[in-house]
């Protein structure tokens, strides 16, 4: 299947604007060696980041866990700082903070830091939809897979190795992504949570599986829903909910609300996106223009 193509021209890097093939790190760097670090991942829209204030706290709380020093507020300027070098309003924006490369004289592989170090900041911006772009609803095949990765999903940890794993073998399966299940539970997709639409009693319910049930990870855009849409449940979700589900739903900052209209092969209600999916893609849009509107004084 085709993958898009990102297409940036220069990079951040340690405070400076580089081009990506002059761009250049240590290779003692332990985000390098050992995946020590953190990442976040931002949407703009016509040059506004959607959710920023989200995004820090999130970045504030991962540095935290793994007592790496770095004001997580400096990711505001140099976002526009980034868009600006590269001349985007439509993009999404990549940080990358780890822990850094040891001094000299020091131990390079050691499980325990040895000794302090500057943290490595890296940044890229790549073209995006736009926000007109971003109504249009999208469905996407999947496949459930069993989940294995590490117990601390809450982290955005640059350690992606058990996503690339799960994405694999979606693609192995000739699908576009992978809900990853645990230990008979909902997780989450490979870079993005999940939302079902379920037949009940009262009528149709939408359900998100809770952080507490399994690890996963507390998305941006998840929040933003969440806020706008009181009616979501946020619980645990079973898979038997997930397969007999009308609608399923994978939200994310480059995912927006996307429908997942094949699952495992056969397909997810009627097999087309669904009225549900439509209006938490609505909701979402038309949050992201109050924001604006909001920062802009309209």
């Not at 900041?121 to 999208?138: D, H, I, M, N, W």
């Not at 940890?157 to 992978?178: F, K, N, R, T």
């Not at 319910?205 to 706008?228: C, F, K, N, Q, Y």
């Amino acid at each position: 299947m085709e993958r898009p193509i990102l297409l940036f021209v220069l990079v951040h890097l340690n405070n400076q604007i580089v081009p990506r093939e002059q761009a250049r790190v240590d290779p003692f760097d332990r985000g390098f060696l050992m995946g020590d670090g953190v990442y976040e991942g931002l949407r703009a829209f016509d040059g506004r980041i959607v959710a920023m204030d989200y995004h820090v706290e999130r970045l504030r709380d991962g540095l935290k866990a793994l007592s790496i020093d770095y004001d997580a507020e400096r990711m505001v300027p140099l976002t526009d700082r980034l868009l600006e070098a590269n001349g985007l309003r439509d993009a999404f924006v990549y940080w990358q903070i780890s822990r850094g490369a040891p001094g000299p004289g020091k131990q390079v592989r050691t499980r325990v830091p040895d000794g302090e170090m500057t943290p490595t900041v890296f940044g890229f911006a790549s073209p995006a939809c736009s926000l007109k772009e971003a109504r249009t609803l999208q469905g996407r095949a999947a496949v459930t897979v069993q989940d294995p990765r590490w117990k601390l999903g809450q982290i955005k940890s640059i350690s992606l190795l058990g996503s690339v794993l799960c994405a694999m073998q979606a693609d192995d399966a000739d699908a576009d992504d992978a809900i990853i299940v645990n230990n008979g539970l909902v997780a989450e997709g490979t870079a993005s949570n999940v939302a079902i639409a379920i037949d009940g009693p009262r009528g149709t319910r939408i359900v998100t599986p809770s952080l507490e049930s399994t690890p996963i990870l507390a998305g941006v855009t998840r929040r933003l829903l969440l806020e706008a849409m009181p009616e979501i449940e946020n619980r645990p979700v079973r898979v038997e909910e997930l397969m007999s589900a009308r609608e399923v739903m994978v939200t994310g900052s480059l995912t927006m609300v996307t429908a997942i209209t094949v699952l495992n092969g056969r397909p997810v209600g009627d097999g087309r996106p669904g009225p549900i999916a439509k209006r938490m893609l609505d909701t979402l849009l038309d949050v992201i223009h109050q924001e604006h509107a909001a920062r802009s004084g309209a």
